[in-house]
């Protein structure tokens, strides 16, 4: 019998033994349900190793794959395997798993590398398998999407293993630090990623950080991805114990400063993360006075979304810059974190303000606290904030250069100037888009949907501008700003 269509043949009575062992299993009250589920999930893990015995035809292999994307979706729709769904199923995570054995098939033979598929698999069969059986039973500190640090810990030390093992056979040179990343990927990967999108998202994520490490590892990117990674996450981690972070926004925050020193350097890097310590020191600042003020100040922990709100545009400029090498990209970079500093500021500073604070459209009175609010005294801390940004930018990457002192200073005056114009752009915003409701208990005004399990009453403002919309959106409208002066 022809190779391949052994390997067919073998592929579904390995699965059907797989189902049919978990279903006895379940039956015999050796597994509940959850733990069925998962050793389905792992088992058929395990159908690489037929592939890379017994196929040579890509077209051939995919014939498993794409039999059990549509089996599986038959199933999810109509409950046929009962082993392989859960009640109440949501998420159609059973039906990912072979869409991702499909790419991969594909990718591995194209590539010639049947490990780079091994890798992914094998990963989110055991790694994703573990830790979401650990993670419900063991599990108890949440982190995000109802993910535990038992079922994060677990995906990363099965991660490790396994790529270990894949390193250490065919790229040994990366062994060690290839293996890490993959892991840290892996455990990353599958936090964020909700509602069993995670059967994608790790295999083909993990696959790819493979393919990225062997083929740059050694060239100076890589080293710069290294530095940049382990700088970006202790302070993200610091930050996490610190509480100024939560764990989505250690994920948003290692991201967004790893891309920014990779692709903008040390000195844009810097300029970040003084923003952000400066910003978590002042938001920490007679917190309990801005609390009694403002609803708003009773959070300290930046998620993922405010993050992106004051990074995502910095990040992308980077990149930008990386392509480019313009140096007009490079300052509108540190513009746009000096708009993100000068605005944060102008708020936890702003709203200690002794005088009046009065709405920037009208110019009355309004509650310290409410956003599109200014005061002389956050009005002062939205210059100082975008002021340190662009002091610290000038001192570090001017130095040894051949820029006349004019220019430096120029510079100095518009990231400056820029980053005030941010603020108040910001303060425009939230005094005419923002949303607003009034609170359900007190009847005073909150940027907050719901307060005591209550959804407030809309009063004004567009539903979907919440505030990290407003920053993001400020943010955008001051760069081109930036770009316009800047960029000739």
């Known amino acids: 019998m ?31 349900e959850e733990g069925s589920r998962k050793f389905i999930h792992i088992g058929v893990s395990n159908w690489w190793f037929i592939l890379i015995l017994f196929f040579d035809n890509v077209w051939l292999a ?122 840290v990927g892996a455990a990353f990967i599958e936090l964020i990623t909700p509602k069993g999108l995670d059967n994608i998202t790790v295999p083909l994520g993990t696959s790819l950080i493979f393919y990225i490490i062997t083929s740059i590892g050694g060239q100076p990117i890589f080293i710069s991805f290294i530095i940049g990674f382990a700088i970006s996450e202790l302070v993200a981690i610091a930050a996490y114990f610190r509480k100024s972070l939560s764990g989505s926004g250690v994920i948003a925050a290692t991201i967004i400063g790893t891309a920014i020193y990779v692709f903008a350097g040390l000195v844009t890097w810097t300029s970040l993360i003084l923003f952000f310590i400066s910003s978590s020191v002042i938001t920490q600042f007679k917190k309990a006075n801005k609390a009694k003020l403002s609803t708003e100040y009773h959070k300290t922990s930046r998620n993922y979304k405010q993050v992106l709100a004051s990074g995502l545009i910095p990040a992308i400029l980077s990149l930008a810059y990386f392509i480019t090498k313009s140096e007009s990209i490079l300052i509108t970079t540190i513009a746009s974190i000096a708009v993100s500093c000068a605005d944060t500021w102008a708020s936890e500073i702003g ?47 001017y130095p040894g250069t051949d820029k006349s002192w004019l220019f430096v200073i120029q510079t100095l005056f518009m990231i400056t100037a820029i980053g005030a114009l941010g603020s108040v752009i910001d303060s425009v915003l939230g005094a005419s888009l923002q949303v607003k409701y009034i609170d359900n208990s007190t009847k005073a005004i909150t940027e907050a949907k719901y307060s005591h399990d209550k959804q407030n009453h809309q009063k004004s403002g567009l539903s979907f501008m919440n505030n990290d919309m407003v920053n993001f959106v400020s943010s955008i409208l001051s760069v081109i700003v930036a770009l316009a002066i800047f960029v000739r």
Do not use: W
Request: charged share 15%; hydrophobic share 50%.
């Open 2 to 32: 022809e190779r391949n269509t052994l390997g067919i043949i073998l592929s579904f009575v390995f699965i059907g033994v797989i189902i049919a062992t978990s279903s006895f299993l379940q039956k015999r009250r050796l597994l509940d």
């Open 62 to 183: 995919c014939i498993p794959p794409i039999v059990f994307i549509l089996l599986n979706y038959a199933s999810y729709k109509l409950n046929l395997i009962k082993a392989m769904e859960r009640d109440k199923q949501t998420s159609l995570g059973t039906v990912y798993y072979p869409i991702s054995l499909l790419i991969l098939v594909i990718a591995s033979f194209y590539l010639k590398m049947p490990y780079l598929g091994a890798l992914g698999i094998l990963i989110m069969g055991y790694g994703d398998g573990l830790a979401g059986y650990i993670g419900k039973k063991y599990g108890k500190r949440k982190l995000l999407h109802n993910k535990t640090v038992a079922g994060t810990t677990t995906m990363f030390l099965v991660s490790l293993f396994i790529s270990y093992i894949v390193f250490a056979n065919f790229a040994s040179d990366f062994a060690i630090i290839g293996s890490v990343l993959v892991a």
């Open 351 to 397: 709203v200690l303000n002794k005088g009046a604070t009065v709405s920037i459209l009208t110019f009355k009175p309004i509650r310290k606290g409410e956003s599109g609010g200014v005061s002389a005294l956050g009005t002062i801390a939205s210059i100082m904030g975008a002021l340190m940004i662009a002091v610290v930018f000038v001192a570090s990457f």
